[in-house]
Structures are given as C-alpha cells and as structure tokens.
C-alpha cells in the first residue's frame, strides 16, 4: 500500500530535465559550504534579472527586529536614485526571493558609496545596445493591463501595473520587429 501511495505522488508531478535536476543537486551541495550572506547574494541573482545585476554592489543579511523572524535582507545599490527605485518594487523583490526558496522578514536598499564606480565601469565594460523607445499601449490594451492588475493588494498595484504595461510594450515592439523581418 505504502509503495502505491509513492507511485500516486510521484506520478501527480511532471518529471524534470536531467539539467535541472543536476542543477538542484549541485546548489544544494554548494549551498551548504556557503556562508549565509553568500546564499543570499545567490538568491538575490538568481531571483532577478540584469537591471538589478547591473546596479547591485554587494548583498548581506541582518537580524530582524522581532524575535524569531526570518533575517532581513540588506542590498547595496550603486545610486541612491536606484535605491529609491527598487526600495518601490520591495513586495516584488520579497516575492521573487520567496519564488526561488529564500526567505527574508524584509529587505533594505541601501546606496553604496563607491558602487556608482563599481556599477559604472561594469555597464561600461558590456557593449549595450541603444534602447528602442517602446510602442505605446492602445486604449484596449491599456484596459486590458488595468483588468489584469484590478484583484492584485494595493500595495503591489502600482508596481504590477507599470511591470505589465512594460512587457506588453516589449511585447509589441518585439512582435512589430518579427513582422518587418518576416
């Protein structure tokens, strides 16, 4: 009966790839010889994409005020002007670290002091692309991003709502691209 019970469980999830599978196991060795400010620098690459590579400095954990709670995360950003910028996405952030298995109490951004420099000569150091100015959403797809983010808490909202309009404007420009090449 025991052996049937696994067969049920393990036959109600998808099977992985072989490359994740071997990626889990290898993080999770890593993980083990690492320190915990190095996991949460891990988290933090892993849970987020390259503007947020491209500004953060360095990464560390803090204890939480409240007794028991998860530590806090603190975040070193090479502007203040992009600390204010992520500190608005901050409910984003938590939920991405929590996506990927890390669970922080809060998160900090804090502007480095000589990051700018770090952070510059990094971004100088990659050949950009110029930025394309994105399309404009219609009316219909405007409505559409407003219906989409209507349900989501309204301390997340705003941020959804810019995120969403965002990729539906990629989106387009992208698509528009694929009909000129095509």
């Known amino acids: 009966m025991a052996d049937d019970a696994w067969k049920l469980e393990?036959?109600?999830e998808p099977p992985s790839a072989v490359s994740n599978l071997m990626g889990e196991v290898i993080d999770d060795r890593?993980?083990?010889?690492?320190?915990?400010?190095?996991?949460?620098?891990?988290?933090?690459?892993?849970?987020?994409?390259?503007?947020?590579r491209a500004h953060t400095t360095g990464v560390f954990l803090k204890r939480a005020r409240r007794q028991g709670a998860a530590p806090v995360l603190c975040v070193y950003i090479d502007?203040?002007?992009?600390?204010?910028?992520?500190?608005?996405n901050k409910?984003?952030?938590?939920?991405r670290l929590a996506n990927v298995g890390?669970?922080?109490?809060g998160i900090e951004f804090l502007p480095s002091r000589d990051g700018h420099k770090k952070a510059a000569?990094?971004?100088?150091?990659?050949a950009s692309p110029k930025r394309e100015e994105l399309p404009e959403l219609t009316p219909l797809e405007q409505a559409e991003v407003d219906a989409l983010v209507a349900r989501l808490p309204e301390s997340i909202r705003a941020a959804a709502h810019r995120a969403v309009s965002l990729s539906k404007r990629?989106?387009?420009?992208?698509?528009?691209?694929?009909?000129?090449?095509?």
Request: glycine letters at 4%; charged letters at 35%; hydrophobic letters at 40%.
């Open 91 to 95: 409910e984003i952030y938590l939920a």
């Open 121 to 126: 000569a990094r971004r100088e150091s990659k």
């Open 30 to 52: 890593l993980s083990r010889k690492m320190s915990a400010n190095q996991r949460a620098a891990t988290a933090w690459y892993r849970a987020n994409g390259d503007r947020e």
């Open 102 to 105: 890390f669970e922080v109490s």
């Open 170 to 182: 990629r989106d387009k420009l992208e698509n528009a691209k694929n009909r000129e090449q095509g």
């Open 10 to 12: 393990f036959d109600a």
């Open 79 to 88: 502007s203040h002007a992009m600390a204010i910028d992520f500190g608005v």
